[in-house]
């Protein structure tokens, strides 16, 4: 049986199952192409539709020796139209034969065709096949924080009053400027309570929220953001409970009402990442929107020792094009909203597949099972792939430049051009299974907890 939903806003992905008197009810809340999993398979199509920079060159090289192989076999043809008259015709079928563009032109395709589904089996789907290229030797890896090294799952933990309006007032008044964001932050107002009547609301990415309420302007976001509406630094709070923590403020005309102290819980496998990446000589650099020494109690949790934190929308833009102006090639890994211009300004970018859909739009890569570990493995699976690819480049020019002159010269004929052909070409494709077959014991697999709620 199903049931419509009344709230449009409580529209997610996927559906959910209920009891209600005595009934078994299933909302459908997103189906066919709005689904989650429509919005993926759309972004690996993309991926058909994007040229690596080997598959145009092979293109090219394809195109060229065709041309080389009619007029090398027309040459032959006419020098063996004099020498052997018989053996004219035969000589020009098998230098038409013997040689193999098709094994150039299939040298890199096939080899990303299987690099593309050994990682949907390690829960990274590919938007874009010329990532790979670039993945494999990015020298510069720049992390967001909220929602990329940590869950984005901030709670709640303490809350100072820092003017008049007691503390359910200021909750109530938090809750009803957060209610129409998307970002993590959000989540740790959204619970059962009081909410304020606030007016014109506006969303600053990477900042705060702004709206009227009581006919009075209140702000709550970064205390940057806030000081501009409070007039002034904010009054002393209990640093001892905000050294490491997120802390999110509120403040209307008439100066500071409230500090927020947030947490953030770390992925479990964000060491890893980190610890690994930097043994294979990757920098490692942590830009965040987040407070100076939230992000530097991450970085120095995970070894880090490039960050930045306060960093707007612009500025991640900026330290990455720094990065790529220095000769880096940057891959960035982001979740948020905020992230969707550095992602698209990055040599390769990486999106959490339960982040902002303007993220993943942007992204070469979604990472549709939110494990960090998926980015190792498709960081391996790039470099191995790349290797393959030069491996067949390199078969298939050496057999050219083997079989075409012996086919001229008549050394091989039709028959035998027939088999090297087909040969050549099989070894190319025999060389890039080689990436599918390999055993996997860390394969991914879809399920319905694969997926979290979005963030901005």
């Not at 065709?113 to 790979?132: D, I, K, W, Y």
């Not at 009803?176 to 964001?181: D, N, T, V, Y």
């Not at 992230?339 to 890569?365: E, F, H, K, T, Y």
């Not at 020019?397 to 070409?425: C, D, F, K, R």
Request: proline share 3%; hydrophobic share 50%.
């Amino acid at each position: 049986m199903l049931h419509q939903p009344r709230d449009r806003r409580r529209a997610r992905l996927g559906a959910r199952a209920f009891h209600a008197h005595d009934q078994r009810l299933l909302e459908v809340e997103r189906a066919g192409a709005e689904t989650r999993a429509a919005a993926i398979a759309r972004l690996v199509e993309r991926a058909g539709a994007a040229k690596p920079r080997l598959v145009a060159a092979a293109d090219r090289i394809a195109h060229a020796l065709t041309w080389v192989v009619l007029a090398v076999a027309a040459a032959a043809w006419l020098y063996w139209l004099q020498e052997a008259p018989e053996r004219a015709l035969w000589v020009a079928v098998a230098v038409l034969v013997a040689t193999c563009p098709c094994a150039l032109a299939l040298a890199a395709p096939i080899t990303l065709t299987a690099a593309a589904g050994r990682l949907l089996e390690r829960g990274v789907a590919l938007t874009r096949s010329s990532a790979l290229e670039v993945l494999s030797r990015a020298s510069e890896v720049v992390l967001d924080k909220t929602g990329t090294l940590t869950l984005g799952r901030f709670a709640l933990v303490r809350t100072q009053m820092l003017g008049m309006l007691d503390e359910q007032a200021c909750l109530a008044l938090a809750r009803a400027l957060e209610a129409g964001s998307r970002h993590p932050i959000a989540r740790a107002f959204a619970g059962a309570g009081a909410r304020a009547q606030v007016t014109e609301l506006t969303n600053y990415p990477g900042h705060g929220i702004a709206a009227i309420a009581g006919g009075r302007r209140v702000r709550i976001g970064t205390e940057t953001f806030c000081r501009a509406l409070a007039c002034g630094a904010p009054p002393a709070y209990d640093a001892q409970h905000s050294a490491a923590r997120t802390m999110v403020f509120l403040a209307d005309a008439s100066g500071w009402l409230a500090v927020f102290a947030l947490e953030d819980v770390l992925r479990d496998d964000a060491a890893r990442l980190a610890d690994t990446l930097a043994r294979e000589g990757v920098r490692l650099h942590l830009v965040s929107g987040d407070r100076e020494a939230v992000v530097a109690d991450i970085a120095r949790r995970l070894g880090i020792a490039r960050f930045t934190g306060g960093a707007s929308p612009q500025d991640k833009h900026a330290y990455v094009a720094r990065l790529q102006a220095e000769g880096g090639v940057v891959a960035m890994i982001g979740d948020g909203l905020n992230d969707a211009p550095v992602l698209a300004r990055a040599d390769v970018s990486i999106a959490m597949g339960g982040g902002a859909d303007a993220a993943q739009l942007q992204a070469d890569l979604v990472l549709i099972g939110e494990r960090l570990d998926s980015v190792l493995a498709a960081r391996a699976i790039a470099r191995r792939a790349m290797q393959l690819v030069r491996q067949n480049f390199g078969w298939a020019v050496a057999y050219n430049a083997v079989a075409l002159p012996l086919a001229a010269i008549g050394w091989i004929g039709p028959w035998e051009a027939a088999i090297g052909m087909a040969a050549s070409s099989f070894i190319v494709v025999l060389n890039a299974m080689r990436l599918a077959a390999a055993p996997d014991t860390g394969s991914w697999k879809a399920s319905p907890s694969s997926y979290r709620s979005q963030s901005a």
